[in-house]
């Protein structure tokens, strides 16, 4: 199990049975390199990760 496994089991259990929109995230990230500007790298990879999911030009 990774560290951040523990955070990833806290948002679904405290907020599992909410639906938000991809915008709301992006305020939320945003909001949080505000905050935390030390993992703007970090999150802008899962960004960029979440925006290319289906990039068939990503595969590996």
Known sequence: M?????G???LVER???EEVS???LA???REFVD???EFETPVE???TWLARL???DDEV
Do not use: K, S
Not at 2 to 6: G, K, P, S
């Open 22 to 24: 991809l915008v709301w």
């Open 27 to 29: 305020e939320r990230l």
């Open 15 to 17: 907020r599992g049975g």
């Open 8 to 10: 990833i089991e806290e």
């Open 54 to 56: 289906d990039d068939e």
């Open 35 to 37: 905050l935390n500007p």
């Open 45 to 47: 990879r899962l960004a």
């Open 2 to 6: 990774y560290f951040t496994d523990r």
